[in-house]
């Protein structure tokens, strides 16, 4: 008997101070402007604080482009850009250059929207998870996904 409530003594103490983590990795939308873009909050993962910049403005123009924003703001719920099945893999080239490192996604997010403390940076052993808002360009984006053929 003592042996079990000494366990559940144990097993108390160390959920007591055992960090809480209440992020998550998903991007979420904070608002939706008169504009037709979008302010979201965007986690990125890189070697340092600037691969996962990079990264996580990748992220929200792909979010938005592919899957679509569902977390957040309930009145700026956005359905993808790009609704046709496996558009990743059937344009594979086009968005291989769109999304590589200093490509044309970078033209369709903005940085206007940052305030003091409002990128989260943390950091592991090998790699940084960092936290950032961005603004997405979503009616630019659409007009040169139309031009290039890739959306109706």
């Known amino acids: 008997m ?8 144990i097993i ?3 959920l ?4 809480i983590k209440a992020q998550t ?13 979008l302010t979201l909050r965007v986690w990125g993962i890189g070697r340092n604080k600037l691969d996962a910049v990079e990264q996580a403005k990748k992220n929200a123009v792909h979010e938005v482009v592919f899957q679509g924003i569902r977390k957040g703001n309930r009145g ?6 790009v609704t046709i099945v496996n558009a990743r893999e059937r344009y ?6 769109f999304f590589m490192d200093k490509g044309e996604y970078k033209e ?3 940085m206007a929207d940052r305030r003091i403390g409002s990128t989260k940076r943390i950091k592991g052993t090998t790699q940084v998870s960092c ?17 290039d053929g890739i959306i109706k």
């Open 12 to 14: 108390g103490v160390s």
């Open 92 to 97: 594979r080239d086009y968005f291989d250059t």
């Open 131 to 147: 936290c950032i808002t961005v603004r997405v360009l979503c009616p630019q984006l659409r007009t040169k996904l139309k031009n």
């Open 25 to 37: 990795n998903e991007t979420e939308c904070i608002s939706k402007e008169l504009d037709g873009s």
């Open 76 to 81: 700026a719920d956005q359905r993808p850009i």
């Open 108 to 110: 369709y997010v903005s």
């Open 16 to 19: 007591l101070f055992s960090p």
């Open 2 to 9: 003592r042996s079990k409530l000494f366990f559940l003594l």
